[in-house]
């Protein structure tokens, strides 16, 4: 069994905004937005005949434009698509690399082989002399093989993470409803069980799940809808496709203060029974056990990444 990535280096990704990658004005108004993720998109938002473009619009974006507190990512195309060398070789090669790497359709270990084979070929020496952890790396699952592979991909990938750190699955619930030859049923749960299977294996592996898009962009009740239902499923965060939905999908997937108030009074009070010798005990009528506390402390890192609370550590002999 691969140890798992607790110690993911990225942000909590609450929203990561798709961006036409082959668009300055856009891609400028996208970096001024506060968005956790910034996503610079080579593949479906930008049309065949300008592929080429974008490549040289997002290598440029990356250098050239000012992002501040947002996290910077590209989506190249698709392995399947014969377009995904170009990609890597225009980003990898750049003046600056992106923080993160997007890549859509990931069905299998031999994609991930792939996908690994190009970086270490364009930019492998780069990578190994930059000093600093490689760029992240965000798999999609978005087809039914790509979701009965999602274990063997994620640990194919985290074997391999001196070229890229795998941190983040998306699921992209349009792509994988197209692959089985479903039609997206508006209010439905149709990709309900999916959702859950790729929220569950990215949390069983350390990684942080992100939801698929909505669509209805101006819907905002159902976007919220949406959001809350992805996070009690699981899902660290949502992709968004219009500056009208970031507020909602950031605040939705943030976590409430006085829950990290109570975490923080919950995890004082479970070290401190423990110092005593005592193993359960009650808190504000609830019963409190290890399970609890160790829910308690994910919360409190979680706000600690957003910057809402100083930082966690974890007391001595205690499980983390």
Not at 58 to 75: C, H, M, N, P, Y
Not at 107 to 112: G, K, P
Not at 282 to 306: C, G, S, W
Request: net charge negative.
């Amino acid at each position: 069994m691969l140890p798992l990535n607790h110690l993911s280096e990225m942000l909590g990704v609450r929203c990561l905004e798709q961006q036409e990658g082959d668009s300055e004005r856009k891609i400028c108004k996208a970096a001024s937005l506060e968005v956790d993720v910034v996503c610079l998109d080579l593949e479906d938002a930008v049309a065949a005949s300008r592929k080429a473009e974008a490549r040289d619009t997002t290598a440029k974006a990356l250098a050239d434009i000012q992002f501040g507190a947002s996290e910077r990512a590209v989506r190249i195309n698709s392995v399947q698509s014969g377009l995904a060398e170009e990609d890597l070789g225009a980003v990898l090669t750049g003046p600056s690399l992106p923080d993160a790497l997007v890549v859509p359709k990931v069905d299998s270990v031999e994609h991930v082989s792939w996908l690994f084979d190009r970086v270490s070929s364009i930019a492998g020496e780069r990578l190994a002399a930059a000093g600093a952890p490689p760029p992240a790396l965000i798999s999609m699952c978005e087809s039914g093989t790509g979701l009965l592979n999602l274990r063997q991909i994620f640990e194919a990938a985290l074997q391999k993470s001196s070229l890229l750190r795998l941190q983040a699955c998306i699921f992209g619930g349009d792509d994988f409803c197209a692959s089985l030859g479903l039609k997206r049923q508006p209010g439905s749960d149709d990709t309900l069980f999916a959702r859950r299977w790729v929220a569950l294996h990215a949390r069983a592996y350390g990684l942080q799940p992100i939801d698929q898009v909505f669509i209805d962009y101006k819907n905002t009740h159902g976007l919220a809808l949406e959001a809350l239902e992805g996070r009690g499923i699981g899902f660290a965060g949502k992709q968004v496709i219009h500056p009208l939905q970031i507020g909602g999908v950031q605040e939705a997937f943030s976590p409430d203060p006085h829950d990290v108030e109570e975490a923080g009074e919950l995890v004082a009070a479970f070290e401190r029974h423990q110092q005593e010798g005592t193993g359960a005990f009650t808190f504000k009528d609830r019963m409190i056990d290890q399970p609890t506390y160790l829910q308690a402390r994910n919360l409190l890192r979680f706000a600690e990444r957003l910057g809402l609370r100083g930082s966690v550590q974890a007391p001595t002999g205690m499980a983390t």
